[in-house]
Antibody, heavy 119, light 110 residues
Framework: EVQLVESGGGLVQPGSSLKLSCVASGFTFSNYGMNWIRQAPKKGLEWIALIYYDSSNKYYADSVKGRFTISRDNSKNTLYLEMNSLRSEDTAMYYC????????????WGQGVMVTVSS | DIVLTQSPALAVSLGQRATISCRAS??????????MHWYQQKPGQQPKLLIYDASNLASSIPARFSGSGSGTDFTLTINPVQADDIATYYCQQSRELPLTFGSGTKLEIK
């Protein structure tokens, strides 16, 4: 069974940093691209970052480019999102999602981790 | 960026057909694939993939869900609607980065 479990969220002040983790199981993590998607309270879904299976390519939404960094450790089956210079508009539930290379859909999602940026 | 437009809400009666539409600002189809996908999100839960490549049912999804469309116009159909289908439905394109989602259609019971 595919499982994705996020952690690392919390309440932080504007301008601070936070690092999210997503531990994967039930599939060969090193064979698949991974994504981070976020959802602000009562809002829709926003894709924010993609990393290829071998970390050879990384892509970001304009809203986080230069502030957020996606990375992975295939030896630990773990995906990361390092978030710097956090703003109130970064307040959201953050989901990791597996990329299906066949369809380029997001075929499995974690349960999400909440990040709140507030003074 | 490719903008996906969905109606905000749809009310249907139990046992009837629900048709949810998604229109893209430019084609999301290639010569081989229609790169549009549909997700269901229930309150307090993560999204779940329902349909990939416009018309393919994802694993473990009941056959009352179906998808169609190509180019810029796509449809998710639920027939018949059951009480468990109350959720928000999102379309998403993977034709190009950034991946984008529609704003979601909330399915309500009449």
């Amino acid at each position: 069974e595919v499982q994705l479990v996020e952690s690392g969220g919390g309440l932080v002040q504007p301008g601070s940093s936070l690092k999210l983790s997503c531990v994967a199981s039930g599939f060969t993590f090193s064979n698949y691209g991974m994504n981070w998607i976020r959802q602000a309270p009562k809002k829709g879904l926003e894709w924010i970052a993609l990393i290829y299976y071998d970390s050879s390519n990384k892509y970001y939404a304009d809203s986080v480019k230069g502030r957020f960094t996606i990375s992975r450790d295939n030896s630990k089956n773990t995906l990361y999102l390092e978030m710097n210079s956090l703003r109130s508009e970064d307040t959201a539930m953050y989901y990791c999602a597996k990329y299906d290379y066949g369809s380029y859909s997001l075929d499995y999602w974690g349960q999400g981790v909440m990040v709140t940026v507030s003074s | 960026d490719i903008v996906l437009t969905q109606s905000p809400a749809l009310a249907v009666s139990l046992g009837q057909r629900a048709t949810i539409s998604c229109r893209a600002s430019q084609s999301v189809s290639t010569s081989s694939y229609n790169l549009m996908h549909w997700y269901q999100q229930k309150p307090g839960q993560q999204p779940k993939l329902l349909i990939y490549d416009a018309s393919n049912l994802a694993s473990s999804i009941p056959a009352r869900f179906s998808g169609s469309g190509s180019g810029t116009d796509f449809t998710l159909t639920i027939n018949p609607v059951q009480a468990d289908d109350i959720a928000t439905y999102y379309c998403q394109q993977s034709r190009e980065l950034p991946l984008t989602f529609g704003s979601g259609t909330k399915l309500e019971i009449k």
